[in-house]
C-alpha cells in the first residue's frame, strides 16, 4: 500500500499527481471491466466459475449501458436534426 496523502488530489495538476505516483480510479465501466478482468486478485476472490459469470455479466451492462441515448443527448443533439 502507497503512502497516505494528506493533500487535496482533486486541485494537483495530472502531472502533479503522476510525479508523486498517485493513481486513478477507472474512468468508466469499461474501464474497471478491464482491470477486473486481468486482476488475479479479483478471480482468485470470486473464485473461476463466479468470476467468468461476473465479467460476462459487466459486459452485458456496458453495453447495454453505452447504447443508451440519454437525456443529455436528446436535448443537445435533436434540435439539431
Not at 460476462?56 to 439539431?80: C, G, H, M, S
Amino acid at each position: 500500500m502507497p503512502e497516505p496523502i494528506e493533500e487535496n488530489v482533486y486541485i494537483m495538476s495530472e502531472e502533479e499527481r503522476n510525479r508523486r505516483g498517485i493513481g486513478t480510479l477507472p474512468a468508466s465501466l469499461y474501464e474497471a471491466i478491464i482491470l477486473a478482468e486481468n486482476s488475479e486478485v479479483v478471480k482468485k476472490a470470486l473464485g473461476d466459475h463466479v468470476f467468468t459469470k461476473f465479467i460476462a455479466n459487466k459486459k452485458i451492462e456496458w453495453d447495454e449501458y453505452r447504447t443508451q441515448v440519454t437525456e443529455f443527448e436528446l436535448k443537445r443533439y435533436l434540435p439539431v436534426l
